[in-house]
């Protein structure tokens, strides 16, 4: 597999509009994009940070993924990003290692990107998310 860079870190909130307000108040960091992804169950907020990005999120509906974590684990990192070049067979790899794919094929994510996530019970109690920023066509 080839890792480029870290993407971003997930961070599952509560409210995002408390949440952004933090963000920016505190570190003095500007929200750029607010962005819901509807087959996801939720909104997401991103800032930039040197060539790492930070990207809240903020379920949708109650029986969304990040409800679900909230739920069990309270608000925190939910994630960390690896941008990948070629995801498909980042996938592929991984998986011939014995990882457990939570996503066998990648899906559309927030900003455009194409994602893909890892169980966190096989890398070491990490949830794992890979990206891929595909070129237009």
């Known amino acids: 597999m080839e890792t480029t860079h870290i993407e971003h870190i997930g961070i599952a909130v509560r409210n995002l509009e408390e949440a952004i307000k933090f963000y920016e108040e505190t570190f003095g960091l500007k929200c750029y994009a607010v962005e819901e992804v509807k087959d996801q169950k939720v909104r997401t907020a991103f800032f930039k940070v040197g060539q790492t990005k930070i990207e809240l999120l903020e ?40 990882i457990q794919l939570i996503d066998k094929r990648p899906r559309k994510g927030a900003e455009g990107l194409d994602i ?5 019970k096989s890398t070491l109690g990490v949830m794992i998310e890979l990206c891929e920023k595909k070129e237009q066509e």
């Open 116 to 120: 893909a996530f890892l169980h966190p």
């Open 59 to 98: 379920s949708t509906e109650p029986d969304g993924p990040i409800s679900k974590f909230i739920e069990k684990r309270g608000e925190g990192v939910h994630h960390l990003a690896f941008a990948v070049k070629n995801i498909e067979r980042a996938l592929s790899e991984t998986e011939a290692k014995g």
